[in-house]
């Protein structure tokens, strides 16, 4: 682990992770773009050999570090994909062979399962040993500093704050644009301190920090010179004008519940963004701690040291002393909460619970004081999350080193960055969630399933319907709940390779027996949720199945079966024929395992469509007594990889993005045996079923061809690699 910035820059540089680019680049989309390409490069050098294991496909990519020194309207040079691979992410942690902790994750998620299960010492040496493994526990807690701090030597106030000199980039082409996506142009007109015109558009419309630690407080905690509630969380944040900008953040995360505790008080918000200081801290402010527990103690833990804090300028929060930039300010709580729409305009009102002292004019009425429409925002997910109602950020000072660098990400189609800082997560956690659920032997989350919507889990079954219990174990466990799609597979089966899992899919899990379907809250950058932040979850039980899991009357054959009747698809490639011979079809390709998975193209251009297909398959299958395997999923035009084969992992990602089973599930019986049709189609006017709607549906995240075509042509110039 790293002091600041630039020791982890020079330790990069010297491992020969970090490419610098002198060339003149642009932060509206092309410092994003090259990032994108960068990160689906291979690595300069792969992580420790049990990482590599637990990821075998994809543990080497991720491309080198970039560090852009001549950025285009700033004199602050970006620094991005710094944590975007294995290996960085270990060095960044302390967990090469140079650190604290040589081994990679699976090390430090060793310790942490030691310090999770304390033993009475046995005797005098015994006791000696203890006292040695839990006395740095004694360092980890934030350091509180007298005076300024590094990330303080300019400090601007006032008339002289100006968030366009920081080189924000602008990541997707409609980001920030809600015009593009069809709402209304002039939504936040009459809103205060917002840029406009067609400069402003051009230059600074849609840029985001996207690797800022938000530090924020509970209002209980006002006036407490070491406030226990102290938060770090990572959320994005829209520039809107020199002094303004946008809070965007999920309503379950930490920083919302502490903006909310404001909003009850009727006072605004104190916050600071932090950007850079030791190389823990962002992934510290990405892990899922339980409220309560300040990520300042996991970064102090990984860092072997207390993170030292000084008191910001402008607002009563500490910030990390070592970082480059500090930016500080007040969160408006006057503003009404998310879902939003502005063809529904409410009333310039208050929210229950808001004290009407503090209420302020709006010449826009519609959104509410202390508002504004932001985003949309090309998202982790692959998509632009959609607009919605968030508080405006007033900023009062902007503290910074005398030459700072200013670290940044992109999020979108996997791999990315953030892709790393995940599964590093995966891996460090998996110690204290077994403490919650000791029945779950290891764990993946896919990259197909970015993160929030698919977990694998691999237990040592002992009962009838075990797989059904850690389904419900982990859809209450902290963040874990708001997984979408679990997958339970025997002790025997590696989790981290997908076609195995889907294969014991196959073999195991009957569509009509072996499903559990729940209601409940979602990650609201689901688009596919029927409603915002709610729908439908689904476990399937992949484990070989034993007597007393007759579920819901479904016949048991003997360990194993899926059922009595239940044969393979004798001949795939005539089937996947058969398949494509129906109208609308584009494509077919079979994945993952003997009875298989098929995975049809249908050329959708109007509602409905996924519908009457699903029904032309069932009565053709039926008709000319074809045997359909046990899962079908249907894609749009869009998804990749049908033209050469390698259809399995786009269509999961597509799947699981474009997916409600509550709205696109539809079982076939053909014969004795069902198969599940999964509608994995964009949805539009006209797909609604089973008494659940279809929202605005967004755009998939794809680079711009002016932009791609200037990427490509620089590319020599910038010296990044192939």
């Known amino acids: 682990m790293y002091s600041d910035i630039r020791q982890f820059v020079n330790a990069l540089e010297a491992a020969g992770e970090l490419k610098r680019v002198r060339a003149k680049v642009d932060p509206v989309l092309e410092i994003a773009a090259i990032a994108d390409r960068v990160s689906k490069m291979r690595a300069p050098r792969l992580p420790a050999q049990r ?38 992410m270990e060095m960044a942690l302390g967990l090469d062979e140079h650190g604290h902790t040589a081994g990679g994750f699976e090390a430090l998620a060793a310790k942490i399962a030691e310090l999770t299960k304390p033993e009475p010492p046995k005797g005098l040496a015994d006791l000696l040993a203890k006292v040695k493994q839990f006395a740095p526990l004694l360092r980890i807690p934030p350091k509180r500093m007298r005076g300024s701090g590094a990330c303080q030597e300019v400090v601007l106030r006032g008339d002289a704050i100006d968030l366009t000199r920081l080189p924000l980039i602008k990541c997707w082409p409609h980001d920030g644009d809600f015009a593009a996506l069809g709402y209304p142009a002039d939504v936040n007109d009459g809103i205060e301190g917002l840029g406009r015109g067609a400069e402003w558009d051009a230059r600074h419309r849609g840029r985001y920090i996207t690797l800022g630690g938000i530090h924020t407080i509970h209002a209980d905690d ?180 005398r030459e700072p660098v200013y670290p940044t990400t992109v999020v979108g189609l996997p791999p990315q960055e953030d892709y790393f800082l995940g599964k590093a997560t995966e891996r460090i956690f998996l110690p204290l969630l077994r403490t919650l659920l000791p029945d779950i032997e290891d764990y993946d989350l896919p990259m197909f399933g970015a993160f929030h919507n698919c977990a694998v889990l691999k237990i040592k079954k002992s009962y009838p319907l075990h797989g059904r219990r850690v389904m419900h174990g982990v859809w209450g466990a902290g963040q874990m709940a708001w997984t979408k799609t679990i997958f339970v597979v025997d002790q025997h089966v590696n989790p981290h390779d997908t076609s195995a899992v889907f294969a014991e899919a196959s073999k195991h899990c009957d569509p009509g027996r072996d499903i559990e379907q ?84 249908l050329d959708k251009s109007r509602g409905g469509q996924s519908a009457d297909f699903i029904d032309v398959l069932g009565e053709e299958a039926t008709k000319r007594g074809w045997t359909l395997p046990p899962f079908v999923v249907v894609l749009g035009p869009e998804a990749p990889g049908f033209a050469d084969g390698s259809a399995s992992d786009g269509a999961l990602f597509h799947w699981m993005a474009h997916s409600d089973a509550s709205r696109d599930w539809r079982r076939l019986r053909i014969g004795q045996d069902q198969t599940l049709v999964i509608d994995a189609t964009p949805k539009m006017a006209g797909d609604e079923a089973h008494g659940q709607p279809v929202r605005k549906w967004p755009p998939v995240l794809r680079v711009s061809e002016e932009i791609r075509a200037r990427v490509e042509g620089r590319w020599g110039e910038y010296g990044v690699g192939q």
């Open 51 to 88: 990482t590599q294991a637990t990821d075998p496909r994809f543990c080497g990519l991720g491309g080198p570090a970039v560090l852009f020194e001549n950025v285009e309207g700033s004199d602050i040079p970006v620094l991005i994909n710094a944590f975007g691979s294995y290996r960085r």
């Open 222 to 401: 006002e006036g407490n010179a070491k406030p226990s509630s102290h938060n770090i969380g990572m959320y994005r944040v829209q520039l809107l004008g020199k002094q303004r900008m946008a809070m965007h953040w999920h309503m379950h995360h930490d920083g919302a519940r502490h903006w909310r505790s404001w909003k009850k008080l009727g006072k605004p918000m104190p916050v600071a963004i932090a950007l850079g200081g030791e190389s823990v801290l962002p992934y510290a402010a990405t892990a899922p701690l339980p409220p309560g527990l300040s990520e300042l103690l996991l970064a102090g833990f990984l860092n072997r040291r207390g993170i030292e804090m000084v008191r910001g300028k402008t607002v009563p929060i500490w910030v990390p002393a070592n970082a480059e930039i500090v930016i500080e300010g007040f969160v408006s709580e006057q503003a009404g909460f998310i879902g939003w729409e502005p063809d529904g305009s409410e009333p310039d009102r208050l929210e229950p619970g808001e004290n009407s002292n503090h209420k302020v004019h709006n010449s826009n009425p519609g959104i509410g004081a202390g508002a504004v429409f932001e985003g949309p925002f090309g998202d982790h997910t692959g998509f632009y999350s959609l607009p919605d109602r968030y508080p405006l950020l007033t900023v009062t000072a902007i503290t910074m080193r």
């Open 518 to 601: 729940v209601w409940g809250p979602l990650d609201i950058l689901d688009h596919a949720a029927p409603r915002l932040g709610a729908g439908m979850k689904v476990g399937f039980d992949c484990t070989m199945k034993i007597a007393g899991e007759e579920v819901g009357g479904g016949a048991w054959a003997g360990a194993g079966s899926l059922s009595s009747s239940r044969g393979a698809v004798a001949d795939r490639e005539q089937l996947a024929r058969n398949v494509r011979s129906l109208p609308d079809v584009l494509a077919t390709s079979f994945a993952f395992g003997d009875t298989g998975w098929l995975l049809v193209q």
